[in-house]
């Protein structure tokens, strides 16, 4: 697929790994709608990067913001060829601790935006892209990519549920490439390992040395670029399908 000319949209778009791939698609010549919460810098985002953008303040858990969501990007751009979701939370706690178990609106909390969040997002997304012309002699109509976590495979101390919600994404990865492969639409999952966003700029000196220590090789945290670059990469190799690709300089996550 050639970006150029395309129209995405990036859920959890107004920061982080969400916000890179923004500015990497708007680069591109495509036309990006920003999802999600963060007004202020959503506004700001689109007011920096012009028309090439929107901003819709979307909770992806809510069926209706969704939907408005994304027949506003329709009338905005006239199509939807590219899904990105970002968003998503990290809340951790021991399944006991202390005596107590995790409270169930924890993990629930995690899994509903994490995974059900995503797959709400997704399912509409298709619906519209299944009403659209296909765009080349193979008859694709879009690609959607959601985003999964290293801990889907290697989930440390506290992290059952942030690691279900990763762990949901990977499994139904496949399974909805075969449902919409008729379609003419791809879904792909990107696994990132350690990635520098703002969070960790939050931790002691000694904890982030740690942590790039921990990468095999570069020794270092990711960057939001590097995941952008996978997502164009997903975007513009047709034949990428029903893949979970990891990007974490070859980590292998330790129980702590």
Do not use: W
């Not at 939370?89 to 629930?108: H, N, Q, Y």
């Not at 003419?184 to 700029?201: E, K």
């Not at 904890?207 to 090789?217: D, G, H, Q």
């Amino acid at each position: 697929m050639d970006i150029n000319g395309k129209v995405a949209i990036v859920t959890g778009g107004a920061s982080g790994l969400g916000e890179a791939t923004v500015r990497l698609y708007v680069e591109k010549g495509a036309k990006v709608a920003i999802f999600d919460m963060n007004d202020e810098r959503g506004n700001a985002l689109v007011a920096e990067l012009g028309d090439s953008v929107i901003y819709q303040s979307v909770n992806v858990c809510d069926e209706s913001a969704v939907k408005t969501g994304v027949a506003a990007t329709v009338e905005a751009f006239g199509a939807v060829h590219i899904l990105n979701n970002f968003a998503g939370v990290g809340d951790a706690a021991k399944t006991v601790s202390r005596g107590e178990a995790m409270p169930l609106g924890i993990f629930e909390k995690v899994i509903n935006i994490n995974l059900v969040g995503s797959f709400n997002v997704l399912r509409l997304v298709a619906e519209q892209m299944a009403t659209q012309e296909p765009f080349d002699a193979d008859g694709q109509r879009g690609v959607l990519i959601n985003t999964a976590s290293i801990a889907a495979y290697e989930g440390q101390v506290g992290q059952a549920a942030y690691s279900a919600s990763k762990g949901g994404i990977v499994g139904m990865t496949l399974p909805i490439a075969r449902d919409l492969a008729p379609l003419g639409i791809r879904c792909n999952t990107i696994v990132p390992g350690l990635i520098h966003t703002p969070m960790f700029d939050k931790l002691p000196e000694e904890a982030f040395n740690s942590l790039e220590a921990s990468a095999l090789y570069p020794k270092r945290l990711g960057k939001p670029e590097e995941i952008a670059h996978l997502s164009v990469y997903i975007v513009e190799n047709d034949y990428t399908n029903a893949e979970c690709i990891r990007m974490d300089s070859g980590i292998r996550m330790q129980p702590r």
